[in-house]
């Protein structure tokens, strides 16, 4: 696996694990981890950096050479020295967004319908004033220029109509779909409220009937008080 481009945080903990490791590294590697274990490291590390020394104290030269000279070789695993890290601290990346909730997904829904059907009435009552308008030039005795310039002219008034009706009714949505979290809230506190009122009812009712199993003759004294 491939990783050049990720960089781990080189925290105070990983550098003092680092520093006693780099007289026993093979020369490549320990050419590799110099920089990071200076007086003045960088804030990060490579993350093929650390693969490369993790995998040297894995292998049975490096194991023998941690122990012979007092360190463990599972303090030097993956797990261990990324324990604490961040990985890309570098990097900026985007802002989480949540998924919708299945409410707001069929509302969308219904919302998208709704327009589509506004559109189809607009573009259908466009066309049949057109044609309306067309049809009653012809009774005038107009040429069909002037019938078809009328016609126009007519859809053109409509159409004008219909985008104006529709902007308000957008707008009017818009508004609807902003407030629809607070009448959500508000259901789920109603909902709340009558469920604790059948909740507390419900109790009332058993303690009337334990007691009025552990003392049936007082029982039966309220039944018969007036």
Known sequence: MSTPDINISLETHLQTALRPLRPLLPPHIAQQLAPYVGDAPPPVIPYNTLLSLSKWTRSEEGQKCLKSNGLDPHAYSMVSLLAGATTSPDRKFGAY???????????????????????????????????????????????QEWRALFALFAAFVVAIAEAGLYMIWASRQ???????????????????????????????????????????????????KP
Do not use: M, Y
């Open 97 to 143: 967004v949540p998924p919708k909730d299945p409410e707001e997904i069929e509302a969308d829904r219904i919302r998208e319908r709704k327009t589509i059907t506004v559109l189809l009435n607009a573009l259908l009552s466009i066309g049949c004033v057109g044609f309306a308008a067309w049809w009653a030039a012809d009774k005038t005795g107009w040429k």
């Open 174 to 224: 818009s508004t609807t779909s902003k407030s629809r979290p607070k009448t959500r809230s508000a259901r789920h506190k109603k909902v709340d409220s009558a469920s604790t009122a059948d909740h507390d009812s419900k109790v009332d009712s058993e303690v009337i009937t334990d007691s009025a199993t552990e003392n049936p003759a007082t029982a039966t004294l309220r039944q018969r």
